[in-house]
Structure formats: structure tokens, C-alpha cells
């Protein structure tokens, strides 16, 4: 017992040196790093949790017609159709009309001067928010502020505002690689309407209000640019390089709800400004203008209803089944019986560059910028048979050369 305490003693007193002790390694200084937070369990509770209480929806089903049998002629240099920018997809905007009317008015371009251009349709929409929103002001509200419009308004906004190259004003963000107008749309009517409400009516104001919104979207549009090797407005581009006249381009209608042979006001919602610069014919002559004026190398912006049962776009066409009505009976009291009772509307603009004749059958060509048209090859076109425009279109813009003979436009 003595010997073990003595030993025990003896470690006691013995030097520390002569146990040398291990360092301790330092410890590494933290850093602070970003990461992205990671939880998938509670991703897997948040689905499960969304699905239960998800309503419930079967999948909504059309009434089209069967088209399984039908052979669509598709071989677009029979249609020789004329000179035209490759399809563009108008994205998420409702604006057929202007890149309808746009295509045109590119390949009158051609048609006149040889000049191939692609030109910029965010130039022309920020011009109509901005003509919508005096209208909307000097109203007092009792004005549409909407996507829609109708293909004068692209000759009568470059009347007043000139256009521009499409590598000139682009109206994309960075990044973006198609137009998405619905935060847009959203608030501009947003805007306006708190105006309405506040009795607010200064134009200068809402028209500072409106281009702040434009220039947050689309971006701020140029009052110069350089076009081979020059320097150019938005309007001296328009007189000077394009030699373009907005004047030099009609609008036609067909409807029995307005006197024939004269100008009137296209009754529709999109029709904002009230146009009465509508020459209004029969069908007979509406369709000879549309099938001579293509045959004579002028394409059309053409306007109507897409919304039907014979609408296909994997037979990338547009006809009239015969249990709607057989092609025999389509005649003005058709087209205005339905445009009255609400099927017929116009819902959509589109670019008519071509024609032929197929088995004592017309057969039309389109441009179409609408997403459908993107689904199916031929990618942006779509065949229209003859029996479907003359139920379905209401209108169309040419160049008043290719109405001559059947129109006195004095």
C-alpha cells in the first residue's frame, strides 16, 4: 500500500518536460458561403398537400370535326405565294393584328421597291398604348383599353409615329425569347382604370404613366438609328428608306348590317377607335378581290373567326364540315346570320400570301403567328379552303391598286 502511494507521489513531482504534450490542431476559421436550401421532404409534403386538395377537372374536350380521311395540299410553291418574312411567333400577346399586318406591309415592301426588311411590331404596339391611352383620358374612361385592334390601326399608327427595323426595337427583355405582353396588358388597364377612378384626367400625366410601364417591358423605343450606313427617325425611315404610303392601303368588309358600296364602321370590339373607313361589299366581290388581288402578286391582312369545329391544326387546315352548313348555302345571309347571333367574331389576323385552284377549288395560303400554327410542319402556315373565308373572314387591308375595277374608291 506505502510502495503504490510513493510511486503515485513520485508522477506527481515529476517535471511536466518530461511528458511532452501533443499540440492541438487549429481550428480552421469559418467562412459564410450562399447556398440554395434544400428540403425534399417537405417538397414531397407540398405536392402530396397540393394534389389532395387540387379540384378536381377532367380534361376539357372539343367538338371538331374528323378530318382523319382528309388530304390537305400542302405543297406551298403550288399556292406560289408571294414574297414574305419566314413565320415569327407572336408569343403570349394578343396582337395578331399587328404582326399580320406587319408581314404585309414587309412584302408590299418588297413587291414595290425589291427591299427585304423585317420590321418591328413592339415599335407599333407601344404607339397604339400610347393612341389608346388619349382616347381612354379624353373619354373619360369610355374608351377599350385591351390587346386587340384591327389592321388599320398599324397604317394608322405610322402615320403618326413612323416605324422601325426590327434590330432596332426588338420590345424583348434580356433573356426573353418570346414576347409575353400579359403583365403588360395587366398594368396598363391597372393603371388606367385607378385614373378612372381617381377622376383623374390628365393626359400628359397618364401618357407618363403608360410609357413608364412600355419602357419597363418592351424597353425604351429609338428616336434614331442607322440603316446601311445612314441615319434614320422612325418617321424618315418610313418616308425616306421604305417609301411607304399608309394611305395607299384599304380596308374591305363584307356584312348586310351596313349599306353596300359605301364606307362604314366596323361594328366590333377591336374596332376601338370606331373606324368607319370600311368599304363594305357583297361576298360575291369580296372574295373575286381577295382571289385576284393574291393571283396579281398582293398579299392581304386578312381578319375573321378561327374558332370553329374545322379548324385542324395537324391537317394544318381551316374548312366548313357539311353538318355546319353546305358550301352551296353560304352566301350573305349565312355570314351575317352568324356574325349577329355571336359565332362568327373576330377573334384573329392573319397574312394571305397565296392561291390556287385544285379541282375547281380555291385553296388560300396563310401566315399565321398564332401558337397553333407552330405545332405541325409547315411550321407558322395554314391552308384555308375557299368555302371557310367566305363564311368566316369579315375583313381585310390591301393596297387600293389591287381593288381597282371592282371598287370606285373616288
Known amino acids: 500500500m506505502k510502495k503504490i502511494a510513493c510511486v503515485l507521489l513520485a508522477a506527481a513531482l515529476w517535471p511536466a518536460a518530461a ?10 476559421k469559418e467562412k459564410g458561403i450562399f447556398v440554395e436550401l434544400k428540403n425534399p421532404f417537405w417538397d414531397e409534403i407540398q405536392k402530396s398537400t397540393d394534389a389532395f386538395w387540387a379540384v378536381k377537372t377532367p380534361p376539357r374536350k372539343s367538338f371538331v370535326v374528323d378530318l382523319s380521311g382528309f388530304q390537305t395540299p400542302l405543297d406551298l410553291a403550288a399556292y406560289k405565294p ?3 418574312n419566314p413565320p415569327v ?27 427585304k426588311v423585317r420590321l418591328s411590331e413592339a415599335f407599333t404596339t407601344y404607339a397604339e398604348y400610347l393612341e389608346r391611352t388619349k382616347r381612354f383620358i ?36 434580356p433573356g426573353q425569347k418570346f414576347p409575353d405582353h400579359s403583365r403588360l396588358i395587366a398594368e396598363v388597364t391597372g393603371y388606367l382604370d385607378h385614373l378612372k377612378a381617381s377622376n383623374a384626367w390628365d ?20 428616336e434614331h438609328f442607322m440603316v446601311e450606313g445612314r441615319e434614320y427617325t422612325p418617321m424618315t425611315y418610313l418616308r425616306d428608306y421604305l417609301k411607304l404610303n399608309p394611305d395607299d392601303y384599304v380596308s374591305v368588309l363584307s356584312y348586310e348590317q351596313k349599306p353596300f358600296w359605301q364606307k362604314v364602321e366596323y361594328e366590333v370590339h377591336d374596332n376601338w377607335w370606331h373606324s368607319a373607313d370600311y368599304w363594305n361589299v ?7 378581290i381577295l382571289e385576284n388581288a393574291v393571283q396579281h402578286g398582293y398579299s392581304v391582312a386578312l381578319g375573321g373567326d378561327v374558332s370553329e369545329p374545322g379548324r385542324s391544326p395537324e391537317k394544318k387546315v381551316f374548312m366548313i364540315p357539311d353538318f355546319d352548313i353546305p358550301a352551296s348555302a353560304i352566301n350573305d345571309d349565312a355570314r351575317q346570320f352568324r356574325f349577329s347571333n355571336g359565332t362568327t367574331t373576330d377573334d384573329h389576323g392573319i397574312h394571305l400570301i397565296g ?13 399565321d403567328s398564332g401558337s397553333s400554327a407552330f405545332n405541325y410542319e409547315p411550321k407558322g402556315y395554314y391552308v384555308f379552303t375557299e368555302d371557310y373565308v367566305k363564311l368566316k373572314m369579315m375583313d381585310f387591308m390591301v393596297h387600293k391598286d389591287a381593288v381597282k375595277g371592282f371598287i370606285d374608291l373616288k
Not at 19 to 28: A, L, S, V
Not at 282 to 288: C, G, N, Q, S, V
Not at 355 to 367: A, M, R, T, V
Open 138 to 173: 379624353r373619354e373619360r374612361g369610355n374608351s377599350v383599353v385591351s390587346e386587340g385592334s384591327e389592321a388599320d390601326a398599324v397604317t394608322r399608327d405610322w402615320k403618326i409615329y413612323g416605324c422601325v427595323p426590327y434590330d432596332a426595337y426588338p420590345g424583348l427583355l
Open 89 to 115: 411567333s407572336q408569343g403570349n400577346t394578343n396582337t395578331c393584328w399587328n404582326y399580320s399586318t406587319t408581314s404585309m406591309l414587309e412584302s408590299e415592301e418588297y413587291r414595290l421597291t425589291g427591299k
Open 355 to 367: 392561291y390556287q385552284k385544285l379541282n375547281g377549288k380555291g385553296w388560300f395560303l396563310i401566315k
Open 203 to 222: 393626359e400628359d400625366e397618364a401618357l407618363r404613366g403608360v410609357k413608364a410601364i412600355l419602357n419597363h417591358y418592351l424597353g425604351v423605343p429609338p
Open 282 to 288: 357583297p361576298l360575291d366581290t369580296f372574295m373575286k
Open 19 to 28: 511528458f511532452p504534450q501533443q499540440k492541438t490542431p487549429e481550428k480552421p
Open 82 to 84: 408571294v414574297w414574305h
